[in-house]
C-alpha cells in the first residue's frame, strides 16, 4: 500500500472524524474462542492496553516495549484473521469484509516495521486503526448492547475518549463524551469533527433524527461555529427535518422497498446516475452526509441479511462505495476503494464493474500523485490492471 509521509498521513487521519485506536494482549485469550464476542474482549483488552504507550511519543524507543507491542498487534491481527472464519452473520456484507481486510493489513504492517524503529511512522499507524473499529461497529446497529463499563487511561483528551468510545461501541457513552468534545474544541481539534461523528451514530445507530436536531441546536446555541462549520451543520438540520416523517422502522418493508428508499437517498445527494451515464459523479463535499449516512446504512443491513437478485445484488454493490466516496470526511478512503474492488471481484465483467474500475483507479491515482507526478508501485500496476481484465475493459 502506498503511503504519504507520517505528518502528512497523519493530517489526513485527522482530518477524518476518527483516531487513535488498539489492541490486545488478554488473560483469557487463549481458552477455546467459539464466537466473535470473545474474540472482540480480547481485542478491546489489548486497545485500551496499548493506549498509554500510544500517548507516550517517546515509550515506543524502549526495546521491552517494542518486544510487547509487536507480540501483541501481531496476535491481534491474527484474532482479526480469525473472525471471520467463527462467524459469519456479517460475511456477504463488503464493508464488514473491508474492515476486518484493512484492519489485518494495517496490523501486520505495522508488525513489520517496529523493529525497524519506525516509531513515529507505527504510531499514527496504531493511531488510524480506530477509524476501523468505527466504520464496523456503526454499519448499523450491532446485535447485542455492549458493555459500556470500560474504564479509558489517563492523559487522553477528551476527542480521544470520545471516539474510542465510539469504536468500542459503547454508544450511550460516546454519545455524551463527543458532545462534550464538541463543546470544549481544542487548537487540534475542530467542533466539527466531533460532531461529525456524533452524526454518524445518530444517523447510523440511534437512527434518531429528533435527538440529533435538539443535540446540533444546543451545541451551536453553546458555541461559536465557523461559517464553514456553520453551513455544514446546517445542511444536516435540514435532512434531518426532512427526514423525520419516513423514521418508521425499515425492518418491516421489504429488500425491493429498501433498496428504492437507498437509490431515493443517492438521488437527492445528486449522485446516482442513470446506468447508461458514462461519468460517475461524485461529489467530495457533500452537503448531504445525513443522506449519504442513511443510504450506506440501508445497504449495509440488506446486503447483510437478504438473498438478492443479481441485477439487484450487483447494483446494491455499487451503490455502496458511491455513498463513501462522498463521505470521506467521516471514513477511510481505502475503505471506500477497497469496496469498489469488490463491486468488481463480486461481479466480474458485471454491469457496474467499469464504473467501478474507474473509480478505484482514480483513488489510486489520487492517493499516489505527489510533487513528482504519479508514483505507482509495481503491485499497484499488477493489481490494476488484474481488475481492469476483471472489469472486462
Ligand atoms: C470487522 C468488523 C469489526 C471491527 C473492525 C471491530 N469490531 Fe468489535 N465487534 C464486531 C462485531 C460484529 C461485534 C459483535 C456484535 C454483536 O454481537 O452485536 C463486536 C463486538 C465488540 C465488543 C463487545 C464485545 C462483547 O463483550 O460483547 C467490543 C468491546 C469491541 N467489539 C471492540 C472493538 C475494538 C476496540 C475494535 C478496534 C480495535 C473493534 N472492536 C473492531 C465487529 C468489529
Given at each position: 500500500?502506498?503511503?504519504?509521509?507520517?505528518?502528512?498521513?497523519?493530517?489526513?487521519?485527522?482530518?477524518?472524524?476518527?483516531?487513535?485506536?488498539?489492541?490486545?494482549?488478554?488473560?483469557?485469550?487463549?481458552?477455546g474462542?467459539?464466537?466473535?464476542?470473545?474474540?472482540?474482549?480480547?481485542?478491546?483488552?489489548?486497545?485500551?492496553?496499548?493506549?498509554?504507550?500510544?500517548?507516550?511519543?517517546?515509550a515506543?524507543?524502549?526495546?521491552?516495549?517494542?518486544?510487547?507491542?509487536?507480540?501483541?498487534?501481531?496476535?491481534?491481527?491474527?484474532e482479526?484473521?480469525?473472525?471471520r472464519?467463527?462467524?459469519?452473520?456479517?460475511?456477504?456484507?463488503?464493508?464488514?469484509?473491508?474492515?476486518?481486510?484493512?484492519?489485518?493489513?494495517?496490523?501486520?504492517?505495522?508488525?513489520?516495521?517496529?523493529?525497524?524503529?519506525?516509531?513515529?511512522?507505527?504510531?499514527?499507524?496504531?493511531l488510524?486503526?480506530?477509524?476501523?473499529?468505527?466504520?464496523?461497529?456503526?454499519?448499523?446497529?450491532?446485535?447485542d448492547?455492549?458493555?459500556?463499563?470500560?474504564?479509558?487511561?489517563?492523559?487522553?483528551?477528551?476527542?480521544?475518549?470520545?471516539?474510542?468510545?465510539?469504536?468500542?461501541?459503547?454508544?450511550?457513552?460516546?454519545?455524551?463524551?463527543?458532545?462534550?468534545?464538541?463543546?470544549?474544541?481544542?487548537?487540534?481539534?475542530?467542533?466539527?469533527?466531533?460532531?461529525?461523528?456524533?452524526?454518524?451514530?445518530?444517523?447510523?445507530?440511534?437512527?434518531?433524527?429528533?435527538?440529533?436536531?435538539?443535540?446540533?441546536?444546543?451545541?451551536?446555541?453553546?458555541?461559536?461555529?465557523?461559517?464553514?462549520?456553520?453551513?455544514?451543520?446546517?445542511?444536516?438540520?435540514?435532512?434531518?427535518?426532512?427526514?423525520?416523517?419516513?423514521?418508521?422502522?425499515?425492518?418491516?418493508?421489504?429488500?425491493?422497498?429498501?433498496?428504492?428508499?437507498?437509490?431515493?437517498?443517492?438521488?437527492?445527494?445528486?449522485?446516482?446516475?442513470?446506468?447508461?451515464?458514462?461519468?460517475t459523479?461524485?461529489?467530495?463535499?457533500?452537503?448531504?452526509?445525513?443522506?449519504?449516512?442513511?443510504?450506506?446504512?440501508?445497504?449495509?443491513?440488506?446486503?447483510t441479511?437478504?438473498?438478492?437478485?443479481?441485477?439487484?445484488?450487483?447494483?446494491?454493490?455499487?451503490?455502496?462505495?458511491?455513498?463513501?466516496?462522498?463521505?470521506?470526511?467521516?471514513?477511510?478512503?481505502?475503505?471506500?476503494?477497497?469496496?469498489?474492488?469488490?463491486?468488481?471481484?463480486?461481479?466480474?465483467?458485471?454491469?457496474?464493474?467499469?464504473?467501478?474500475?474507474?473509480?478505484?483507479n482514480?483513488?489510486?491515482?489520487?492517493?499516489?500523485?505527489?510533487?513528482?507526478?504519479?508514483?505507482?508501485?509495481?503491485?499497484?500496476?499488477?493489481?490494476?490492471?488484474?481488475?481492469?481484465k476483471?472489469?472486462?475493459?
Open positions: 500500500m502506498k503511503l504519504a509521509s507520517p505528518v502528512s498521513s497523519m493530517c489526513a487521519v485527522l482530518r477524518h472524524s476518527t483516531l487513535i485506536c488498539l489492541l490486545c494482549c488478554s488473560a483469557f485469550a487463549e481458552s474462542k467459539t464466537n466473535i464476542e470473545k474474540e472482540m474482549r480480547d481485542i478491546n483488552t489489548v486497545y485500551l492496553d496499548l493506549r498509554p504507550i500510544l500517548l507516550s511519543p517517546n515506543l524507543a524502549d526495546p521491552k516495549v517494542k518486544e510487547r507491542v509487536e507480540r501483541d498487534v501481531r496476535r491481534i491481527a491474527n482479526f484473521h480469525a473472525v472464519k467463527q462467524d459469519k452473520r456479517w460475511d456477504n456484507d463488503p464493508g464488514y469484509q473491508a474492515s476486518l481486510k484493512l484492519m489485518r493489513d494495517t496490523l501486520r504492517d505495522v508488525a513489520g516495521r517496529i523493529r525497524g524503529g519506525h516509531t513515529e511512522y507505527v504510531r499514527w499507524r496504531l488510524s486503526l480506530e477509524s476501523h473499529c468505527i466504520s464496523c461497529h456503526t454499519r448499523f446497529e450491532l446485535v448492547p455492549f458493555p459500556q463499563n470500560y474504564s479509558l487511561p489517563e492523559g487522553m483528551s477528551r476527542f480521544e475518549k470520545a471516539t474510542a468510545l465510539l469504536a468500542m461501541g459503547a454508544y450511550a457513552r460516546a454519545e455524551k463524551a463527543l458532545v462534550d468534545a464538541s463543546l470544549v474544541p481544542t487548537d487540534d481539534q475542530t467542533p466539527i469533527e466531533s460532531m461529525r461523528a456524533l452524526l454518524t451514530l445518530y444517523v447510523r445507530v440511534l437512527k434518531d433524527p429528533v435527538k440529533a436536531i435538539a443535540t446540533f441546536k444546543d451545541i451551536e446555541s453553546k458555541l461559536k461555529l465557523s461559517h464553514d462549520q456553520s453551513v455544514e451543520m446546517h445542511s444536516w438540520i435540514s435532512s434531518l427535518e426532512k427526514w423525520k416523517p419516513s423514521s418508521a422502522k425499515l425492518d418491516t418493508k421489504s429488500a425491493q422497498e429498501r433498496l428504492e428508499t437507498a437509490r431515493h437517498l443517492l438521488k437527492q445527494a445528486g449522485i446516482y446516475m442513470p446506468l447508461r451515464s458514462r461519468s459523479p461524485v461529489d467530495q463535499y457533500s452537503n448531504h452526509a445525513v443522506e449519504l449516512l442513511r443510504a450506506t446504512s440501508i445497504l449495509h443491513e440488506v446486503l441479511k437478504e438473498k438478492l437478485p443479481p441485477a439487484e445484488a450487483q447494483e446494491a454493490d455499487f451503490m455502496l462505495p458511491l455513498a463513501y466516496d462522498s463521505l470521506d470526511q467521516f471514513f477511510p478512503w481505502e475503505y471506500t476503494q477497497y469496496l469498489y474492488e469488490k463491486c468488481i471481484r463480486r461481479h466480474p465483467k458485471g454491469t457496474y464493474a467499469e464504473k467501478c474500475f474507474n473509480r478505484w482514480d483513488l489510486l491515482t489520487l492517493r499516489s500523485s505527489g510533487s513528482s507526478g504519479v508514483m505507482l508501485s509495481e503491485a499497484d500496476k499488477r493489481k490494476a490492471a488484474k481488475l481492469k476483471l472489469a472486462g475493459i
